[in-house]
């Protein structure tokens, strides 16, 4: 039996194995995802306890009630249209329709489930109506108000971050909604062209030229000599059997990186794609978060994708933005802070702190580091190549006067269809340690990135620097 | 009866206030007070103190942390049962009472009756086994997806559950005896059989649970590896063959990959089950605070589910620590046994309250595809609840027989002292 009695002894231990196995996956998928899963839409418990518990306010950054709860219990939302509409994505809706806003995605601080014990039970005996904590958001609602505006007609979304913090000063997604009209979209959430869909953070957009931003970084990576290496630029590319083009068809000729990047050439950066191959470059994205399922604590962010191409011709495309790389206006707006961060990646933050029953302020904004994609040194050069093409580039509309400007202009192509318009893009930043504010702005078909995008990024700056950021 | 124990007593009051407290929170749950609530748990803390005090009195060897677990666990299950539904509550306390009347018969049955080992009691067990599976099969009702109901006076039982008994005790009995070419091809065509009936009966959960058991009992018992891996082979083929020509179990193994991705339909219980876990959070809701009625089978399979929901997470961790020393508790009775097949017995049991907590707390949590199989103790379910006892019964049974051999070696030892 002393055979028997050690085999025993070893399945006993595989079942402690096994038992070890159960506690670590179920501590580490509640405390991972718990709050995913909690404050999911599909989570009866958040409609059932709207009718226990007075859910807290919503507040922007300087104390501007964005949602409150009057005295019977009925949700009620900033007085002003334009303004609920502006800030329709980041609050979101009470009866569970959109799936990222605050409303839903903070349920659990709003409805107070994240109290303790001792305050549940406090509040249980002392018979008072429970109530959850206030949520004060990042976002400021006159910058955003002006964003939205800004966008004009077209469906799309900017971004505001403070590139040092993580801060979202605003995101804004056209067309917004109204809260007080959610009627009408029922049934309407799956379809992308909804109000319902935050385009900020949900919309994964061809990024065009502004991926020449990783592109660039992986050339200073890899080249030692990046920034006197030439090219020359003869308007068409020819790989195998396509041609990689420049748009317009323009012709840039002999020129280094930092002019390439300043006037966006195509032929350059799709040589130097196709040079350093499929594998660098995917990894490159990699390191600025492509790819990755992003798990952050305040918002629900869809992750962005680079896709290895197989054929040399879609390499050369994919190191220009376009082939099947996708990018969410967020995602893009965090690669510009961590350049302008000196390559420091800080993880989005839309919580400035929680104010619980009786007025404390907890959980307060702790920036925290995404990651490091690039050294302090190439971030730097990346930053003065950007200044350069705001100051003679193809970004020149998106200069501020007062602030040292740096940028990139992107015009995705989304169709084979010539009659329609190209995306146009712009990611930039402020070069001033003091005003560390960084922008990132879509317009679905709208035209090009330097004539359309621009000029709202500028714009957005401008009010930011009339608010004192 | 040289030795004496330790007094378990502060264990025992520390679970009285708990499970006293707990049916305090349940009554003050509705104005004015629910008295029933209150006399339900002084009745079930009355009756669980007076079992273990006679069954320690009548039993002297028995294994105490064995008995108090399976009554802990118990008590936790009856706690959740009267919050969700009180009328079930009451039921489960009627079927938690034939358990421990069916305990105490398991465990004279195995302490004072040799027979078990018996090569013609052997062959009628494992007839008899097939037989009642067969029977469900042909005349059974089906219940959650699973035909493994049977119906008997008006009331319907479960046979897989009382097969578990019969299996682990031809196993037992095969394993003891020296290694036969003959005897271990009946054993595996007795073994093939009933995870066939099994899985026709689409209760994949127990066609695990038997799986894993009988892996566990060759491998421990004849000690042959090359054994186990053939065995290995085949159930991994089998599992294979049914994953290619049965719709539900692929159906369970994708919604397992991805529940959300079929929330409104399928993944619907997997993903409830989660939020659950994740609405509790560290110190949970609170008993009755919660919403777990969303959740189908709350209170049989998903019973996990809203144990963390309301107690939390921590709760739910000590929950998984109360198995574990119930493991530890079961395989020491089988390291202490005298004869194989005690050992293999023991361990038989052990092993089955071990991969059956493991495989619907697993499942629920979605560590593993989830399987429908009742938690021990804790789900609701006369037959589960029954048979679980009965499995206690036996491990105290070998504990008993343990104990008084050992008894009878100090006594040999003292009276040849000079």
Redesign the interface.
């Given at each position: 039996?002393i055979?028997?009695?050690r085999?025993?002894?070893i399945?006993?231990t595989v079942?402690?194995a096994?038992?070890a196995?159960?506690?670590v996956?179920?501590?580490y998928?509640?405390?991972t995802?718990?709050?995913?899963?909690?404050t999911?839409p599909?989570?009866?418990?958040i409609a059932?306890q709207k009718s226990q518990v007075k859910a807290g306010d919503i507040l922007d950054r300087n104390g501007v009630t964005l949602a409150t709860t009057d005295a019977k219990g009925n949700r009620v939302y900033t007085p002003d249209a334009q303004v609920r509409k502006a800030l329709s994505s980041v609050v979101g809706d009470s009866s569970g329709m959109t799936t990222s806003g605050a409303e839903t995605f903070m349920a659990n601080y709003l409805l107070g489930?994240?109290d303790?014990?001792i305050e549940?039970f406090y509040q249980e005996i002392t018979g008072a109506k429970r109530e959850g904590s206030d949520a004060v958001l990042t976002v400021d609602s006159t910058l955003s108000t002006h964003a939205y505006n800004l966008l004009g007609n077209y469906r799309g979304a900017a971004v505001v971050m403070n590139y040092q913090t993580g801060e979202i000063l605003a995101s804004v997604s056209k067309p917004g909604f109204d809260p007080y009209n959610l009627s009408q979209y029922k049934g309407d959430t799956d379809n992308e062209d909804s109000p319902l869909v935050n385009r900020a953070t949900m919309g994964r957009y061809t990024p065009g030229s502004v991926f020449k931003l990783i592109t660039a970084a992986a050339a200073l990576e890899y080249y030692p000599d990046a920034l006197t290496r030439t090219y020359t630029c003869k308007g068409e590319l020819p790989v195998g059997e396509t041609v990689i083009t420049d748009a317009n068809g323009e012709v840039h000729g002999k020129l280094d990186l930092k002019r390439a990047f300043a006037v966006s050439c195509n032929n350059t950066f799709a040589t130097i794609g196709m040079d350093l191959g499929a594998d660098r470059l995917k990894a490159e994205a990699e390191k600025f978060g492509f790819n990755n399922n992003f798990l952050f604590g305040d918002l629900l962010l869809y992750s962005s994708s680079y896709k290895s191409p197989t054929k040399k011709s879609d390499l050369g495309w994919s190191a220009v933005g376009q082939y099947k790389d996708l990018v969410t206006p967020l995602h893009m707006c965090m690669i510009t802070a961590a350049v302008a961060n000196d390559g420091v990646m800080m993880e989005p933050k839309l919580l400035k702190h929680l104010v619980n029953v009786r007025g404390y302020d907890y959980q307060e904004l702790k920036p925290a580091e995404y990651g490091r994609p690039l050294s302090a040194k190439n971030a730097k050069t990346l930053q003065d190549m950007m200044v350069l093409a705001v100051q003679s580039g193809t970004g020149s509309r998106a200069r501020v006067a007062g602030w040292t400007v740096g940028g990139k202009t992107g015009t995705a192509e989304v169709s084979e269809d010539e009659d329609v318009s190209p995306n146009a893009w712009f990611v930039g930043f402020v070069k001033d340690e003091g005003h560390p504010i960084c922008v990132a702005v879509v317009l679905e078909n709208a035209g090009s990135g330097g004539s359309k995008a621009a000029p709202v990024a500028a714009g957005i700056l401008k009010k930011a620097k009339e608010l004192g950021y | 009866m040289g030795r004496k124990k330790p007094s378990a007593a502060a264990l025992l009051f520390i679970i009285m206030v708990f499970e006293l407290s707990a049916f305090v929170l349940l009554s003050l749950r509705v104005q004015p007070i629910d008295l029933g609530a209150i006399l339900f748990g002084v009745m079930m803390v009355g009756v669980f103190i007076l079992q273990y005090a006679l069954v320690n009195h009548f039993f002297p060897y028995i294994d105490r942390y064995i008995l108090i677990i399976a009554n802990m666990l118990a008590a936790v299950g009856l706690i959740v049962q009267y919050r969700l539904n009180p009328e079930i509550a009451f039921k489960q306390a009627g079927w938690l009472a034939l358990g421990m009347i069916a305990m105490v018969f398991a465990l004279l049955g195995v302490w004072k009756l040799a027979v078990w080992q018996k090569r013609r009691v052997t062959y009628i067990l494992a007839g008899g086994g097939i037989l009642l599976l067969a029977l469900t099969l042909l005349m059974g009702r089906s219940a959650g997806g699973a035909t493994s109901w049977f119906s008997v006076l008006g009331s319907t039982f479960q046979p897989s559950e009382f097969v578990k008994l019969i299996f682990v005790a031809v196993l037992a009995a095969v394993f003891a005896q020296p290694l036969q070419k003959r005897r271990l091809l009946l054993c595996f065509g007795f073994c093939g059989a009933m995870l066939g009936l099994l899985v026709l009966q689409r209760d994949l959960g127990a066609a695990l649970l038997y799986a894993g058991t009988f892996l566990?009992l060759l491998?421990?018992?004849t000690?042959k590896l090359s054994l186990v891996g053939l065995s290995l082979i085949g159930l991994g083929g089998g599992a294979y063959a049914s994953y290619r020509l049965f719709d539900h179990v692929r159906v369970r193994v994708a919604i397992w990959q991805n529940p959300w991705a079929a929330?409104e339909s399928q993944g619907y219980q997997i993903?409830?089950g989660?939020?659950a876990?994740?609405?509790g959070?560290l110190?949970?809701?609170?008993l009755g605070?919660?919403?777990p009625n969303?959740i189908p089978a709350y209170h049989t399979d998903f019973i996990f589910a809203v144990i963390?929901e309301e107690f939390g997470?921590i709760f739910?961790?000590a929950m998984?620590a109360f198995?574990?020393i119930f493991?530890?508790r079961g395989?020491l009775i089988?390291?202490n046994a005298k004869t194989?097949f005690d050992?293999?017995l023991a361990?038989g049991c052990t092993?089955m309250i071990?991969l059956q907590s493991?495989i619907i707390?697993?499942g629920v949590?979605?560590?593993i595809p989830l399987t429908g199989i009742t938690l021990p103790f804790v789900s609701y379910g006369g037959s589960s609840m029954i048979v679980c006892m009965m499995l206690v019964g036996v491990l105290q049974g070998i504990a008993a027989r343990n104990g008084q051999a050992e008894d009878e070696m100090l006594e040999q030892m003292e009276g040849n002292r000079p």
């Open positions: 039996m055979l028997q009695k085999n025993i002894r399945m006993l079942f402690m096994l038992f196995g159960l506690t996956y179920l501590a998928s509640v405390l995802y718990g709050e995913r899963w909690a999911n599909y989570n009866p418990r059932s489930f994240n303790s014990v549940r | 566990i491998y421990v018992g000690n929330y993903v409830q989660l939020i876990l994740a609405s959070g110190l949970g809701m609170g605070l919660g919403a969303v963390c997470l739910g961790v998984i198995y574990v493991i530890v395989a089988a390291l194989r050992m293999l361990f092993s071990t493991f707390i697993g949590i979605k560590l």
